[in-house]
């Protein structure tokens, strides 16, 4: 039981390139959520998908997109990836009732 | 909206000294609150969490947290501090947001322990 991965675990990207994040649970979570964590801001949402088939923005989703491939699986797209964007990125994923949610490893990205 | 206010930034103690960690929520109803850690490079992993029942919810790594209703606050604490606990720790609340159920976390205290 891996619980939650992803990939890659450190990116260097330069102004403009685009690239994917990849997320999956193995804990047949119906919720799944993505986050970035800059210094002294903690863990603000990005985009999150409340069951399979669905996707919302969260509270910082512009320069994102994302998709719920299937019940396991939820990926991170940066179409044009900017500075600003450089940022430690969390997958997680939640039963959805008791709010508890678990968490992947991390990205760590950086653009140039 | 929810939200979570850790005051403390940083936070340096002894070990063996005992620990307190604040955290302040805004909810307006019964709230779920946990408390995360997460050492340097490492994911967040959950301390404990409380939904209802006993005020007093115990942990994990020795922890434990007490929910006070008056006062909004769902502070952290551990008797004896070791230099393992050396982490960051989020406080967050969970409630409904949007079309699913959401978490809101603080900022962050970041605890060092010193020999």
């Known amino acids: 039981n891996a619980g939650v991965t992803q990939t890659p675990k450190f990116q260097v990207l330069k102004t403009g390139q685009s690239m994917t994040l990849q997320c999956a649970q193995d804990m047949n979570h119906n919720s799944m959520y993505w986050y970035r964590q800059d210094p002294g801001m903690g863990l603000r949402l990005i985009y999150y998908?409340?069951?399979?088939?669905?996707?919302d923005k969260g509270e910082v989703p512009n320069g994102y997109n994302v998709s719920r491939l299937n019940k396991r699986e939820f990926s991170l797209r940066l179409e044009s990836a900017a500075p600003s964007q450089t940022s430690v990125y969390f997958c997680a994923s939640s039963e959805g009732i008791t709010d508890t949610q678990y968490f992947g490893p991390g990205t760590r990205l950086t653009v140039l | 909206a929810q939200s979570v206010t850790q005051p403390d930034i940083h936070i340096t103690v002894s070990e063996g000294a005992s620990l307190e960690l604040r955290c302040n929520y805004s909810?307006?109803?019964?709230?779920?609150l946990f408390w995360y850690v997460q050492s340097p490079g490492q994911g967040l992993q959950l301390l404990l969490k409380y939904f209802s029942g006993d005020t007093l919810v115990q942990g994990i790594k020795g922890f434990e947290a007490e929910f006070k209703r008056s006062q909004s606050s769902f502070n952290l604490r551990k008797p004896s501090v070791h230099w393992s606990d050396a982490a960051e720790y989020f406080c967050a609340v969970g409630g409904i947001s949007g079309s699913a159920r959401q978490l809101t976390f603080g900022s962050g205290t970041q605890l060092t322990v010193l020999p």
């Open positions: 909810y307006g109803a019964t709230p779920y």
């Open positions: 998908s409340a069951s399979e088939g669905t996707t």
